[in-house]
């Protein structure tokens, strides 16, 4: 069965400090990846996705830039965080489907790790 | 383009009494359609999805759902609410169109279910 990680649960760290977010799935191979932010008391925007090693799309610019370095790793980083960048990481995978037309693509989570920037 | 609009950012209910959660959609081609469910500082768990094989869904925990195409909507209900039910629900629309492209997930603002005692 496929599994998604993410670490850590949560953080927290200074402004100006870096930030490294890992995600790794098992049990599937060429996965769609996403990440995912919910600040307090909004839903959830969706940061990067990927379709394969080394191919990301950004959907809002930002403080933030997302690596897939394998097929089943996918990493958030930032050079220097914000006040603003603290919220609630949610990292995603849904399967490849190479057809041109897809539907039931479903989204499975990992548990989240919640930053704060202090 | 696709959006999802969650009509109602708060819902309050007594424990024992019907839970009715909106959810309207735009999609430009045949949307997937989902309701996820998130516990407080958790992940997001699945409830249940349109599939389009029935417009009436079921889902775990005695949620359903009933797909509506001429409302676009996709409103979440459940007959009696339990406390456990308290957490925040969302509403997605997904589609994937074209090779080599991701789904793009859509999520709503969500919906923060209370319950009463």
């Known amino acids: 069965s496929q599994t998604i990680h993410q670490w850590p649960a949560t953080l927290v760290q200074p402004v100006g400090s870096p930030l490294s977010l890992e995600c790794t799935v098992e049990?599937?191979?060429?996965?769609?990846l996403y990440w995912y932010r919910q600040a307090a008391g909004r839903g959830l925007q969706l940061l990067f996705y990927?379709?394969?090693?080394?191919?990301i799309s950004s959907e809002v610019p930002q403080n933030l830039s997302a690596s897939r370095p394998q097929d089943r790793q996918f990493i958030l980083s930032s050079k220097k965080l914000l006040l603003s960048d603290s919220g609630f990481y949610l990292c995603?995978?849904?399967?490849?489907?190479?057809?041109?037309?897809?539907?039931?693509?479903?989204?499975?989570f990992g548990q989240g790790t919640r930053l704060t920037v202090v | 383009a696709q959006s999802v609009t969650q009509l109602d950012s708060h819902v309050s209910v007594s424990e024992g009494t019907p839970v009715l959660l909106r959810c309207n959609y735009s999609?430009?081609?045949?949307?997937?359609l989902f309701w996820y469910v998130q516990h407080p500082n958790k992940g997001l768990q699945l409830l249940l999805k349109?599939?389009?094989?029935?417009?009436l869904v079921k889902g775990i925990n005695g949620f359903e759902a009933e797909f509506k195409k001429s409302e676009t909507s996709f409103h979440l209900t459940k007959p009696s609410a339990h406390m456990s039910d308290a957490a925040e629900y969302f509403c997605?629309?997904?589609?994937?169109?074209?090779?080599?492209?991701?789904?793009?997930?859509?999520f709503g603002s969500g919906t923060r279910l209370s319950i009463r005692p």
């Open positions: 990927s379709v394969g090693i080394g191919q």
């Open positions: 997605v629309v997904t589609s994937q169109w074209g090779y080599s492209s991701a789904s793009k997930i859509i």
């Open positions: 349109y599939t389009s094989a029935a417009t």
């Open positions: 995603a995978w849904s399967a490849f489907r190479d057809t041109f037309y897809v539907v039931n693509t479903e989204a499975f």
């Open positions: 999609s430009s081609y045949s949307p997937s």
């Open positions: 049990g599937t191979s060429n996965p769609n």
